[in-house]
């Protein structure tokens, strides 16, 4: 199964975006035959794959919304393909030559949705893959119960009802229906006005089943807010506060900032737009993501939003500095993310020369402008912090140390300054295409070799390719090609390589044992640990081109 | 008898320069930037942002409407609408010049879908460039007030693609290649302050784009690259075959065999390789830098420049040598969209495309 390394890498770079070159169809068939290909390989190692880190958003919801509607295949013991229902669980009986393990792997297959995807992606995010499945009518039982479960037993159900109250009207409307949400509506309300004495079967068949530690009341509220029941008795302070906000404006202060702007915007267009911006108590409601966008709008207002660079990726903070300057404040956030990640990357090189591709390529398109030059730099950035001696070279004319990508590509003349500087190891970092002249860099490398210049250049690639099937490009035959998408990339790096052993089935389980290992976070059920107890220790042993140590 | 204008490409190319020729496969693309900024013109609207697609009121007429109420707009040569709708997709046969906030209507343009009923609503569509083999037409054919005019060229391209049954169905040879024509995007980057470019395929110049402002260009260069320029070149190859493909690759200039000893060796035969590439690709264009072309005055528009006040453009016609239009404004050629009238002949795609790239 050798697609399992480009899945893994697809997994971390692909998206339904477009990209510079690539429209957003195109990403998204290519990457959904590189996971149907490997839920077909073995459906465990597809749900086990997540324990690698550093997979996109977008790719994890992919992994369950597979999980929960595709069928898929296990790899038996006897080394064939068992055939696995969807949205049942895997035959572990047959792999494992025991019977009744089964319901135990599909308690572990909704804890890996549940807690490594579900509870980790943007509720945003998350909420428009629900809002997909309707579109796609995609719906069974398991998916209902993981849905209702998730956000009913789900203790920021008030915060999240007040910020997202369409999607999560249409989630609940999809996993109820229609019909029986409008039902649920109303008895959720009488139920609230009687003081929690009518409670009807429906409400505890549909509801209450779901809530886990939650009151039914704080739950009730919740769906009478969602569905836009608003003549209750609300208790839980942001209900209340919105509803007395709709006539009284200074309420709007404290709610969650697109609330109190829409609020703002039809009810009370006389309160000035930089007295909600400029509140500490809105900003507080804010998202990281809202503070970003609002930057460049407050200046002009003249109001100044509390950003919390620390907080996020080195990518993000990189496209923010791309976005609103290179200030100190932001130069500070980048050296201080560079060396919290430095700590925790495990490729740590004694000589390493950095070439980034600057070509206008690595802008990117509008939707995901400057993410490719990003992830460069980054990467660049943290080679500087973990190797002994790190060089970094551009394919252009760069003065900068976060230059905007522009011009053509001459890789060739990069990389032979990069081996000029005599390395034991060449990063290049670029999307793939040489056009100055295409090949040139391929003939360089030869050339190279034979006057015995043997450091391996590596290609790192921010982006993947759909005209290769969702692969990335290879700029030279000699070189080792991996996708990246950041500096979490290169921590999950050496464990990707374990993936190419994964034809063999013993080294598969050990593969699984592997994996579960470092899903962290979740329980695993017993009864499978005892199973994969049974398969042998992967060994990590330094190897290639790399010098790599695994904590 | 209509005006004309005599102009040879040296002519056309004034206030340009060359910059670095980019190589992929048989292709090459030299991009052109203009020496100063008097030979950049930023008073033109720019396509993907200002032209409407206004209506498709009968088969073989489309209404364009310029949206930019300051800056006149130069529809680009043979701009092409294919679109998702169920409507019948349509091309211009020509340029054409429209002024500030004005509407034209072109009742020479024709059908690219044919059997396909239906208008294109208005609105502002992404737009497509005919491939380069469709827009070697003589005057007779650009003129022709026929919707079906195009269709036995297609039909023919089609064929040449090895998609016999497509007919007169533009859209299947866009589709059908998708991959294909994509990756002539992806090997070709727009310099900073480009207007401009030649296009190079096997060692012959059948291309001359140039754009009155970098901000024209970058929204011409892709459909012209994919959809016009991508063609020709798979079609080149499919002439050339595989053996050709290669010996064609192999007559460039390339590190030399014997390897150098030391990196300093390698990178001066890297800069020998640079110079090399550079006078092969000024051999190329200079051949043809004194070929005369006669252009057949199409219209006059007058509009104001900011900077100079009243200003006459004129577009104007090839139909020899190079086919296509320019936009001059009195001898200094802003815009040309000129495909040479050399057609390669027929052969199968997909093989050659493997040798074209590698892939």
């Known amino acids: 199964m050798n697609n399992l390394v480009q899945f893994v890498g697809a997994c971390e770079t692909g998206t339904d975006r477009a990209t510079f070159y690539n429209s957003a169809t195109q990403q998204t068939q290519s990457l959904e035959e590189l996971h149907k290909g490997v839920l077909d390989f073995d459906r465990e190692l597809y749900s086990l794959a997540l324990a690698f880190g550093g997979f996109n958003d977008y790719n994890k919801l992919l992994i369950t919304r597979n999980l929960l509607f595709q069928t898929g295949y296990v790899i038996g013991r006897d080394g064939k393909r068992h055939h696995v229902r969807a949205g049942k669980s895997a035959d572990f009986a047959v792999q494992y030559g025991f019977a009744g393990i089964e319901k135990h792997w599909r308690e572990l297959e909704d804890r890996i949705i549940v807690q490594i995807v579900w509870d980790r992606v943007p509720i945003p995010r998350l909420l428009r893959e629900f809002a997909s499945w309707r579109k796609l009518r995609l719906n069974n039982a398991r998916s209902k119960r993981l849905v209702l479960r998730f956000i009913l037993g789900n203790q920021r159900l008030a915060g999240w009802a007040m910020r997202y109250r369409p999607g999560l009207k249409r989630a609940l409307s999809h996993a109820w229906g229609d019909a029986r949400a409008r039902r649920l509506k109303k008895l959720a309300g009488e139920f609230l006005r009687d003081g929690g004495s009518a409670v009807d079967s429906d409400l505890d068949r549909w509801v209450f089943r779901f809530i886990g530690q939650s009151t039914r009341s704080a739950v009730c509220e919740a769906i009478c807010f969602i569905f836009g029941e608003l003549a209750v008795p609300f208790a839980t302070p942001l209900f209340a506060q919105y509803v007395e906000a709709l006539s009284n404006p200074e309420k709007l202060l404290g709610l969650p900032y697109d609330i109190a702007i829409g609020l703002r915007n039809r009810l009370h267009k006389d309160v000035p737009k930089s007295t909600l911006i400029g509140s500490r108590a809105t900003q507080e409601q804010m998202s990281k993501k809202q503070r970003v966008k609002l930057q460049r709008s407050a200046a002009r207002e003249g109001v100044r939003v509390a950003m919390d660079l620390g907080s996020q990726g080195l990518v993000e903070i990189i496209k923010y500095g791309y976005e609103m300057g290179f200030s100190g404040e932001v130069r500070d956030a980048v050296a201080a993310r560079v060396k919290s990640d430095a700590a925790r990357c495990p490729l740590r090189p004694r000589h390493v020369a950095v070439v980034i591709d600057t070509s206008r390529s690595m802008y990117g398109k509008d939707d995901r402008k400057l993410h490719p030059i990003s992830v460069a730099l980054s990467i660049g950035l943290l080679m500087k912090e973990t190797a002994e001696r790190c060089d970094l070279f551009y394919t252009g004319d760069v003065l900068d140390e976060f230059p905007i990508p522009t011009g053509d590509t001459d890789l060739a003349w990069a990389v032979l300054r990069a081996y000029k500087s005599e390395p034991e190891l060449v990063l290049l970092i670029t999307d793939g295409y040489e056009n100055v002249t295409a090949g040139t860099l391929d003939h360089v490398v030869r050339a190279l070799r034979k006057i015995g210049c043997q450091a391996p250049l590596v290609q790192f690639s921010p982006v993947l390719a759909s005209e290769v099937g969702g692969d990335i490009r290879k700029v030279a035959d000699s070189t080792y090609a991996l996708a990246v998408g950041g500096p979490e990339s290169i921590a999950s790096m050496y464990a990707k390589f374990l993936l190419v052993g994964a034809n063999d089935p013993e080294k598969l389980l050990a593969l699984k044992k592997y994996l579960l290992g470092k899903l962290g976070g979740i329980e695993i059920p017993g009864k499978i640990q005892e199973a994969l107890d049974r398969a042998e220790d992967l060994r990590l042993s330094s190897g290639g081109p790399f010098t790599i140590s695994e904590d | ?359």
Request: charged residues 20%.
């Open chain 2, 1 to 359: 008898m209509s005006r004309k204008i005599k102009l040879n490409l040296a002519e056309i190319l004034k206030g340009k320069i060359a910059g670095r020729a980019q190589v992929a496969g048989i292709m090459e693309v030299i991009p052109l930037i203009p020496q100063d900024a008097a030979h950049h013109s930023p008073v033109f609207a720019v396509p993907t942002r200002h032209m409407f697609l206004a209506g498709n009121p009968s088969y073989g007429t489309v209404v364009v409407r310029n949206a930019d109420s300051d800056r006149p707009l130069i529809v680009p040569t043979n701009a092409a609408w294919v679109t998702k709708h169920r409507a019948q997709d349509h091309a211009v046969a020509k340029a054409g010049l429209v002024g500030a906030g004005g509407t034209a209507s072109y009742d020479n343009a024709a059908c690219v879908q044919a059997s396909q009923p239906g208008a294109i609503p208005p609105d502002l569509h992404q737009f497509q460039i005919l491939p380069a083999s469709l827009r070697r037409m003589d005057k007779d054919l650009a003129e022709q007030k026929d919707f079906r005019k195009f269709w036995p060229n297609i039909t023919a391209l089609n064929a040449e693609f090895g998609l016999g049954t497509a007919g007169g169905h533009l859209e299947k040879l866009f589709t059908g290649f998708a991959k294909e024509l994509l990756q002539f995007v992806a090997e070709f980057e727009s310099l900073p302050g480009q207007v401009g470019a030649l296009i190079i395929i096997n060692g012959k110049l059948v291309g001359v784009e140039i754009a009155p402002s970098a901000e024209y260009w970058e929204s011409v260069w892709e459909p012209l690259i994919r959809y016009s320029y991508g063609p020709e070149a798979l079609l080149a190859a499919r002439k050339l075959g595989p053996d050709g493909v290669k010996s064609s690759a192999a007559a460039r200039p390339r590190l030399p065999e014997t390897a150098p000893r030391s990196i300093e060796g390698i990178e001066e035969a890297l800069r020998t390789l640079r110079r090399q590439e550079q006078q092969r690709t000024q051999e190329i264009v200079t051949k043809e830098l004194d070929t005369s072309l006669i252009f057949e005055v199409d219209q006059d528009l007058t509009a104001v420049d900011p900077r100079t006040g009243q200003t006459s453009y004129t577009l104007a016609s090839c139909y020899e040598g190079f086919v296509g239009q320019v936009v001059v404004e009195e001898d200094y050629v802003l815009y040309a969209s000129l495909v040479s009238s050399t057609r390669p002949p027929k052969r199968s795609i997909r093989d050659a495309f493997r040798f074209l790239t590698g892939m």
